[in-house]
């Protein structure tokens, strides 16, 4: 089982970046599949982006499309989420996940993974 960590969340005013990192204690994330989710406050958990395993293959919900990007450093065992054009509703708990079975492609499902960080605070607010 993976353990994963993310960090950089923090307070942003609307349109500003931030990025985020996921990273694993003790293990590769080269293997997996990972995605990003985010749960806001009295909301189910939303799949926001994932990336393939080789990083050739993302996929992102239409609320960040064109604002957010995922990318991957395997020798640096991190996944990034890119994050510009913040909005208050970006408000959210983000969360990383991996999953270890997919290859090609990926999902922004969250039955798909089953290793998960805690989560980091991202608030958007002036």
């Known amino acids: 089982q993976l353990q994963l960590v993310e960090s950089g969340g923090t307070l942003v005013q609307p349109g500003g970046s931030l990025r985020l990192s996921c990273s694993a204690s003790?293990?590769?994330?080269?293997?997996?599949?990972i995605g990003w989710f985010r749960q806001a406050p009295g909301k189910e958990r939303e799949g926001v982006s994932c990336i393939a395993k080789s990083g050739s293959n993302t996929n992102y919900a239409d609320s960040v499309k064109g604002r957010f990007t995922i990318s991957r450093d395997n020798a640096k065992n991190t996944v990034y989420l890119d994050m510009n054009s913040l909005k208050p509703e970006d408000t959210a708990v983000y969360y990383c996940a991996a999953d270890a079975y997919s290859d090609y492609f990926c999902s922004i499902s969250k039955y798909e993974y089953a290793d998960w960080g805690q989560g980091t605070q991202v608030t958007v607010s002036s």
């Open positions: 003790g293990a590769s994330l080269n293997n997996n599949v």
